[in-house]
């Protein structure tokens, strides 16, 4: 079973600032997907960036970069220039890469919240 | 284009009574994912379908816990017997096929008195 840690509860960064959010994860798989996403109090959660595994280039999506190192299991996430519109629970989440029906579903972590002040 | 969409919005029924909530993924999409949230939490796996079958429901608690999506588009959640503890955001997912991301709907806020 995989399990994702995100082990700061809350969080909060200066507007135009950078703020980085932290995420562990334990896997025994090798091919898998890892993924932020932001959810604001209207509840949907938005995926703001993926990473497949076997890409050893981080992703980035303008004013979002994440730190992937698959040795450590740690899947960090840089939010750069950070804008009040960016205030929500941000949830890392873990997907096997599997071919097969079972094992697709998604392993969130317990989020982070996070603040941007003016 | 439309994503998906959950129907209710909010659902507020007493300990004991019979509930659905429905989900309508986006259109083309053969994977459809249910999850609950509880307050202050991340969301947990319930049930996946692919097409019309349910490919994973290893996440329902119990037998109360039960889905269906009898033409590969909108799926029914279903919850008998509620309970309290059943108190939570049940959230919907879909994605165009295996491994692609999941683009998720608002949910449904289901409170049991």
């Known amino acids: 079973a995989q399990t994702v840690t995100q082990s700061q509860p809350e969080m909060s960064v200066q507007d135009a600032e950078t703020v980085t959010l932290s995420c562990t994860y334990d896997?025994?798989?090798?091919?898998?997907?890892l993924f932020w996403y932001k959810q604001p109090p209207s509840r949907q959660m938005i995926l703001v960036i993926r990473q497949e595994a076997y890409k050893q280039q981080n992703a980035t999506e303008n004013r979002f970069s994440v730190n992937f190192q698959k040795a450590a299991k740690s899947f960090s996430l840089k939010i750069s220039d950070s804008q009040l519109g960016d205030t929500a629970m941000y949830f890392c989440?873990?997907?096997?890469?599997?071919?097969?029906?079972?094992?697709?579903?998604?392993?969130f972590g317990g989020g982070t919240r996070l603040m941007v002040k003016p | 284009g439309a994503g998906v969409s959950q129907t209710p919005s909010n659902k507020v029924t007493e300990k004991g009574k019979y509930v659905e909530l429905r989900c309508d993924p986006i259109s083309g999409h053969t994977a459809l994912y249910w999850y609950r949230q509880s307050l202050g939490q991340g969301p947990e796996f319930l049930i996946y379908f692919q097409g019309t079958g349910a490919a994973d429901d290893s996440g329902l608690p119990n037998d109360r816990f039960f889905a269906v999506r009898p033409e590969g588009s909108v799926s029914t959640l279903k919850i008998q017997r509620t309970e309290r503890g059943d108190s939570a955001v049940y959230l919907c997912?879909?994605?165009?096929?295996?491994?692609?991301?999941?683009?998720f709907g608002d949910g449904t806020r289901l409170s049991i008195l």
């Open positions: 997912a879909s994605s165009p096929t295996l491994g692609q991301p999941q683009h």
């Open positions: 989440a873990f997907m096997k890469h599997v071919l097969e029906n079972a094992g697709n579903m998604l392993t």
């Open positions: 896997t025994s798989e090798n091919n898998y997907y």
